[in-house]
């Protein structure tokens, strides 16, 4: 979802599905959708005709200030107010600014929206709230039920679990050593390579479908340094071979790591080095795990479904 988007659902207190947000702002139901490059507002509304004498009215408020607000196109059935903006650079604000006048003009009109059923037409006692392609209504419990059960496909939901997720991150931090592993072959500082181990494995876990909660939390920063050390370790003997091997001291490379592994197990400055190293690595990781980097799956549109 868009920051623009996410800003102004926070300021509005209102809630996400599937890219669109809603809430009930002035006791209409509103849903916003800013994705695919359509910047659309809908307004849930029950009357009678939408060209009698209410739809009029509603046109009456937007027409004259289509340009105002750079509307590109209004529709209005019996269910609902559909506008669709200009896409300029200021649509959003313009969307914002139209949200608010409008509703304000809406309830001067006395035409109902939230507390009657989209369905029946009839008062709500019970509050559901049903998506029809993306547009959200105000339904009795009766009525959202019977919407729902009429679309066969329905929504299928497709819980999130930890597993794959945590393959997904074990797979997303062994790639994420590479750039590490690759450039280490040059003689320059390459430990902000550890930003890579953060971001693949976030970006794995992700992908996979991971959830979230606060074992993602414990386990990618832990994967990320399991993935470190070992690689940095590589990276210790493989430096160590290149310097005998230019002083033409020809070693098997199992010596070379027992070698490393001694001096790393007693107290010493290439102890202290791959600690400190390690940290600095492990520093970055947790940075490319902070990084404000999507990896969802794009989810797929449903039909008709209840909210709650
Ligand atoms: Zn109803």
């Known amino acids: 979802m868009k920051l623009r988007l996410r800003n102004f659902m926070r300021e509005l207190g209102f809630k996400a599905v599937d890219e669109v ?15 695919d490059g359509i910047l659309s507002l809908f307004v849930d509304i029950v009357i009678d005709d939408a060209y009698g004498e209410q739809g009029q009215t509603i ?102 679990l930890f597993i794959p997720g945590f393959i997904g991150a ?8 590479v750039p590490l592993l690759v450039l280490s072959r040059i003689d320059f500082f390459i430990l902000w390579c550890g930003v890579f181990v953060g971001i693949f494995a976030k970006g794995g876990y ?15 920063p832990l994967l990320s340094i399991i993935a470190i050390i070992p690689t940095l370790f590589y990276i210790y003997c493989r430096n160590l071979n290149d310097i005998w091997l230019q002083r033409n001291y020809i070693i098997p490379f199992e010596d070379v790591v027992t070698e490393i592994k001694s001096l790393i197990l007693t107290p010493g400055p290439i102890r202290q080095s791959l600690i400190l190293d390690s ?9 490319g795990l902070l990084l404000f980097i999507r990896f969802n799956k794009k989810s797929v549109r449903q039909d008709i479904f209840v909210l709650h």
């Open 21 to 35: 947000i809603y809430g009930i702002h002035d006791g209409y139901l509103v849903s916003i959708s800013d994705s």
């Open 170 to 177: 074990v797979i997303g931090a062994a790639v994420g050593v």
């Open 206 to 220: 992700e992908l996979f479908g991971g959830r979230k909660c606060i074992a993602k939390s414990i386990t990618l």
């Open 59 to 160: 046109r009456g408020i937007i027409n004259p200030n289509s340009r105002i607000y750079s509307i590109a196109r209004a529709e209005i059935t019996s269910t609902g107010v559909h506008i669709v903006f200009a896409s300029t650079l200021s649509a959003f604000s313009k969307l914002r600014d139209f949200f608010y006048f409008f509703l304000q003009q809406l309830k001067t009109t006395g035409i109902r929206g939230a507390s009657i059923c989209t369905n029946c037409g009839n008062p709500i006692s019970s509050l559901k709230i049903v998506s029809i392609h993306g547009r959200l209504h105000t339904c009795d419990p009766d009525c959202a039920a019977k919407l729902a059960a009429s679309n066969t496909s329905g929504r299928k939901k497709t819980r999130p």
């Open 279 to 287: 940290a600095i690595t492990f520093g970055f990781a947790i940075f």
